[in-house]
C-alpha cells in the first residue's frame, strides 16, 4: 500500500470510529426511551390481586397470572406508526384483546380472574389518552436528543462516502500502473486461480499473472500476456507434471479485464 493510500486508510479509519460512537450513542438512547416508555406502562397497569401481574413492553400491557409469564388474559396495545404531519413514530390509537378462557371448575378463581380482567381495562378505559400522551410525549424527548446529533451524522457519512470514493480511485489507479508496468499476480487463496473471458464463450483460466503489454487509445480493449498454470504429460515421470505457460491475446475487451480484478480483490487473490 501506497503512503497515499495509508494515510487515506488512516483517516477512513477514524471516520468509521466516530460514525460507531454515534450509531452507539443512538442506540443507547433508543434503548432508555424504550424503557422509559415500558416504566410509564408499569406506572399504570397495576392489579392489586397478587395471583396476577402485569407485564410490559414499549408498546404493550399484558396482564398475565402471576406464575404463567406467558399466556396473556387481556392486551393492551399502542398502535405506534408513522406519523406524516410530525415526520416520526406516534401513537394514535390503541386496542385491547380480550382472550376468552373456559373455566372447568366454577369455584372463586373464576370470580379473581373477572374482577383482574375489569381491573385491567378500567385502567384502560380510564387512562387510555393520558397513556397515549405519556408515550409520544416520551417519544418527543428523544427524537429531540437524536436529532441533536443528525448533522454531525449526516456530515460523517458524506465523509466516509468521499472517502471511500477516493480510496477506490487510488486503488483503481494503482491497479491499472501495476497491470500495464510489471504485471498483476494471482494466488488461488483456498480456492482457484482467477479466469479471463477473451474472446466471447472462450475463457482462460488458472491465471497466475496479467499483464497488459497495450491498451487501445479508447481503452476499451486491450493487448494481454497472460501466465497460466498448465500441465503436459512427462514421459519420463509417467505422469503429468505442471507448469507455468506464456500466453498472448490480441483486443480483449478491458471491462471483463476490470470484471476480473474486481473479483480477485473481493476473494483476496491479488498478490499486493
Not at 73 to 84: G, H, P
Not at 96 to 108: A, I
Not at 153 to 168: F, G, N, T, V, Y
Request: with cysteine.
Amino acid at each position: 500500500m501506497s503512503k497515499r493510500a495509508e494515510i487515506l486508510q488512516f483517516r477512513l479509519d477514524q471516520l468509521q470510529v466516530e460514525k460507531q460512537d454515534l450509531d452507539n450513542r443512538t442506540w443507547r438512547l433508543y434503548k432508555r426511551k424504550q424503557s422509559e416508555q415500558m416504566l410509564m406502562l408499569e406506572s399504570y397497569f397495576t392489579i392489586p390481586n397478587k395471583k396476577f401481574a402485569c407485564k410490559v413492553s414499549d408498546t404493550t400491557a399484558r396482564l398475565v397470572y402471576a406464575d404463567d409469564q406467558y399466556g396473556a388474559i387481556v392486551e393492551y396495545v399502542l398502535n405506534d406508526r408513522w406519523s406524516r404531519d410530525e415526520g416520526a413514530e406516534r401513537v394514535q390509537d390503541s386496542k385491547v384483546y380480550h382472550n376468552g378462557t373456559t373455566h372447568k371448575d366454577l369455584d372463586e378463581s373464576v370470580i379473581e380472574q373477572a374482577q383482574a380482567r375489569l381491573d385491567f381495562m378500567q385502567v384502560a378505559v380510564d387512562f387510555n389518552d393520558d397513556i397515549i400522551a405519556h408515550w409520544n410525549a416520551i417519544e418527543k424527548k428523544y427524537d429531540r436528543l437524536v436529532d441533536s446529533f443528525f448533522t454531525a451524522k449526516e456530515e460523517l457519512h458524506k465523509a466516509i462516502s468521499d472517502q471511500q470514493r477516493d480510496i477506490e480511485k487510488l486503488e483503481k489507479e494503482t491497479l491499472k500502473e501495476l497491470l500495464t508496468t510489471s504485471g498483476v499476480e494471482f494466488t488461488a487463496n483456498g480456492g482457484r486461480l482467477p479466469e479471463l473471458e477473451v474472446r466471447w464463450d472462450w475463457n482462460i483460466n488458472r491465471i497466475k499473472k496479467l499483464k497488459v503489454t497495450r491498451l487501445t487509445p479508447s481503452g476499451k480493449s486491450a493487448d494481454v500476456e497472460l501466465l497460466v498454470k498448465s500441465n503436459r504429460w512427462d514421459n519420463d515421470k509417467d505422469e503429468y507434471v505442471e507448469f507455468d505457460e506464456l500466453r498472448t491475446f490480441e483486443s480483449v475487451r478491458f471491462d471483463k479485464i476490470q470484471r476480473l480484478l474486481r473479483r480477485a480483490k473481493v476473494n483476496n487473490k491479488i498478490i499486493s
